[in-house]
């Protein structure tokens, strides 16, 4: 649904983006706590032909996640 990291202050989990087809209220209701966010948190980009090889050869060879989509709610 999203990229997020820490914010290097508060130490509290930091929305950075949110997946297509999702939004920042999306990820909100499915955290069990308080995000930290910007007022316009970006769409994350796609992933690059390197990023793609490495899922696709390393990280799930079989297809096996390929069809599965997170389910909001």
Known sequence: MAIMDFDPDSKRMRLKSVHPAYSADDVQKNTGF????SKSVPVTGAPTAEELFVLRRHVDRDGALKNVRATVG
């Open 34 to 37: 308080e995000l930290v966010m």
